[in-house]
């Protein structure tokens, strides 16, 4: 048999556009050569992966795994919500999640890690979905939290199955108190951020370039009022306190019971369970958020299908 390359594969590869595993047996199965290499994996209907991969692919399911004080979110897109409730994908997702587990938070690292009973890498087995289902997908991002002296809390809004979601949420508590003690007030917060959105768990942790600029947007209002610079300053302080409340985890309205701050809602659990609890961060991925969907004229489509 001919051997096979790493600049073959490569070049197959870039040909094809389906994954490097099936390039490398679509070249041992034809003998290295490279054209009949091409119509074996257009026979096997994964070199039609690439014609799908500049399509927009804004639907999807968020997924979430939790093992042993460690949680991982990823989002995995597809074109339409169809797919999202199709149980190979779902099936795929959620493997996926559990891989990130022991990702690092490193989505290269992900993509490129062995997925379970195929022989294939991750990013290998999504080029054969992409094959197999006729839609574009995309593997987007991962993100890992860690608590070894608590837990994590998690919530998945709009559940397609356990575990899959539009919104999925992960939260990081540390506190001496059993975990039973915990787990209440960590799906509470998990829910409460899914909903509220925060930016930081506190004042501490937003950007100081952030607070800068928004407490000169605030001194230019201040000041169109005509007030005297002590008002202005008094003006501008209340204001950002108001911020504040609308963007730090601790400073919101605890939207479980719609009044007291999530700062008082930790302190009670807190006190119920005989220990300190600290949220040391938190993770939130909404499906499809800052990826742009392109409006599509329905019945211009349609006519132009059909030659007009």
């Given at each position: 048999?001919?051997e096979?390359?790493?600049?073959l594969?490569k070049?197959l590869?870039?040909?094809?556009?389906?994954?490097?595993?099936?390039?490398?047996?679509a070249?041992?199965?034809?003998?290295g050569?490279?054209?009949?290499?091409?119509?074996?994996?257009r026979?096997?209907?994964l070199?039609?992966?690439?014609?799908?991969a500049?399509r927009?692919?804004?639907?999807?399911l968020?997924?979430?795994?939790?093992?042993s004080?460690?949680?991982?979110?990823?989002?995995v897109?597809?074109?339409?919500?169809?797919?999202?409730r199709?149980?190979?994908?779902?099936?795929?997702a959620a493997?996926?999640?559990?891989?990130?587990?022991?990702s690092?938070?490193?989505?290269?690292?992900?993509?490129?890690?062995?997925?379970?009973?195929?022989?294939?890498t991750?990013?290998d087995?999504?080029?054969h979905l992409?094959?197999?289902?006729?839609?574009?997908?995309?593997?987007?991002?991962v993100a890992?939290?860690?608590?070894?002296?608590g837990?994590?809390?998690?919530?998945?809004?709009?559940a397609?199955?356990?575990?899959?979601?539009?919104?999925?949420v992960?939260?990081?508590?540390?506190?001496?108190?059993?975990?039973?003690?915990?787990?209440?007030?960590?799906k509470?917060l998990?829910?409460?951020?899914?909903a509220a959105?925060?930016?930081?768990?506190?004042?501490?942790?937003?950007?100081?370039?952030?607070?800068?600029?928004e407490?000169?947007?605030?001194?230019?209002?201040?000041?169109?009022s005509?007030?005297?610079e002590?008002i202005?300053?008094?003006m501008v302080e209340?204001?950002?306190?108001?911020?504040?409340?609308?963007v730090?985890?601790?400073?919101?309205v605890?939207?479980?019971?719609?009044e007291?701050?999530v700062?008082?809602?930790?302190?009670?659990?807190?006190?119920?369970?005989?220990q300190?609890?600290?949220?040391?961060?938190?993770?939130?991925?909404?499906l499809?958020?800052?990826?742009?969907?392109?409006?599509?004229d329905?019945?211009?489509?349609v006519?132009?299908?059909?030659?007009?």
């Open positions: 048999m001919a096979i390359s790493a600049a594969v070049e590869r870039e040909k094809s556009g389906a994954g490097m595993m099936d390039c490398k047996k070249l041992a199965e034809t003998g050569n490279l054209e009949a290499a091409v119509d074996w994996l026979k096997k209907g070199a039609a992966a690439a014609k799908k500049g927009v692919a804004a639907e999807g968020v997924a979430l795994a939790v093992e004080g460690r949680g991982a979110l990823v989002e897109n597809s074109e339409t919500d169809f797919v999202a199709n149980e190979v994908f779902q099936s795929f493997n996926v999640a559990k891989l990130a587990l022991k690092d938070g490193d989505l290269e690292k992900l993509k490129a890690a062995a997925y379970p009973g195929t022989g294939r991750v990013a087995e999504l080029t992409i094959s197999t289902i006729g839609e574009n997908m995309n593997l987007r991002r890992i939290l860690e608590s070894p002296r837990i994590i809390g998690s919530y998945i809004h709009s397609a199955a356990p575990g899959l979601g539009k919104i999925g992960l939260v990081a508590i540390e506190s001496a108190a059993p975990a039973d003690k915990l787990d209440g007030i960590a509470q998990a829910m409460h951020v899914a959105n925060p930016q930081a768990v506190s004042r501490e942790g937003l950007d100081a370039a952030a607070i800068e600029r407490r000169a947007v605030l001194a230019d209002q201040a000041r169109a005509g007030k005297s002590d202005v300053a008094k209340g204001r950002l306190r108001k911020f504040y409340e609308e730090c985890l601790v400073d919101q605890f939207v479980i019971d719609g007291s701050r700062a008082q809602a930790i302190e009670r659990a807190a006190k119920a369970a005989g300190p609890i600290t949220v040391k961060g938190f993770a939130r991925f909404a499809g958020e800052g990826i742009e969907k392109g409006q599509t329905f019945a211009a489509e006519a132009a299908a059909a030659g007009h």
